[in-house]
């Protein structure tokens, strides 16, 4: 079993629509999440870190689940530059990312 | 403020030829990390310096690789001999605790594209 899980898609939504991520993960143990976003041919960014009692910052909302062992992520309003892949991170002990096989997104006009 | 600079941007190379990676990280910052991509699959860690020591090395494939950081500033990545299994976009990445946004945040740089054929 993977360390980190999530549907690596492609998700095709139209503009303007609402659409969420998954990304479930092994050890409990893990204190620190973060989605970060890949363009194509591009290194990965941060998004956003994910807290217990969720995070928002515009139309993106971070939520985690700590029983479940899970993190969402959620767009909402869909915009054509949201087309990316969306890379889910669990923090090994303090530094050693552990990256999920990231989700694609297209969003169509 | 610059940020985390790779050389080369790509490299085509033979099986069982040498080459060396380059990754400048974000000035002053202590900790540096290399990571790998290979095709279809997530991106893993290989290791992580603070200034010039190697602080985790336990993603590093084999003996093949090998890392440095003198000085503490730049890092390079050898693969001597190269595979064809070593093809895939080698990352760097660096962090300093306290000067991000987010604690543990890292930046990452635009990566190394290898092929080995």
């Known amino acids: 079993r993977k360390e980190v899980e999530q549907d690596p898609g492609p998700f095709n939504v139209p503009e303007g629509a609402t659409v969420a991520f998954n990304c479930t993960y092994s050890?409990?143990?893990?204190?620190?999440f973060f989605w970060y976003r890949q363009d194509c041919r591009k290194e990965p960014k941060l998004l956003m870190s994910?807290?217990?009692s969720g995070n928002e910052d515009g139309r993106f909302t971070a939520q985690l689940n700590r029983a479940s062992q899970y993190i969402s992520l959620l767009i909402r309003d869909s915009k054509l530059s949201d087309s990316a892949t969306y890379l889910c991170?669990?923090?090994?002990?303090?530094?050693?990312?552990?990256f999920g096989t990231g989700t694609r997104l297209k969003v169509l006009a | 403020e610059a940020g985390v600079t790779q050389f080369p941007s790509h490299s085509v190379i033979e099986k069982g030829q040498t080459v060396t990676l380059r990754c400048d990280p974000i000035?002053?910052?202590?900790?540096l990390y290399w990571y790998r991509r290979v095709m279809g699959k997530e991106i893993k860690f290989l290791l992580h310096?603070?200034?010039?020591?190697?602080?985790?090395e336990s993603g590093m494939p084999n003996n093949r690789f090998l890392a440095e950081r003198t000085g503490g500033t730049y890092s390079t990545l050898k693969v001597q001999p190269a595979e064809l299994e070593d093809s895939g976009v080698y990352f760097c990445?660096?962090?300093?605790?306290?000067?991000?946004?987010?604690?543990?945040?890292?930046?990452f740089g635009p990566g190394t594209r290898l092929t080995v054929l």
């Open positions: 990445a660096s962090s300093q605790v306290g000067q991000g946004k987010i604690y543990n945040e890292q930046f």
């Open positions: 050890n409990s143990a893990s204190q620190s």
């Open positions: 994910v807290y217990s």
């Open positions: 991170v669990v923090v090994a002990g303090t530094y050693k990312y552990i």
């Open positions: 000035s002053g910052h202590d900790n």
């Open positions: 310096f603070v200034k010039e020591s190697k602080q985790d």
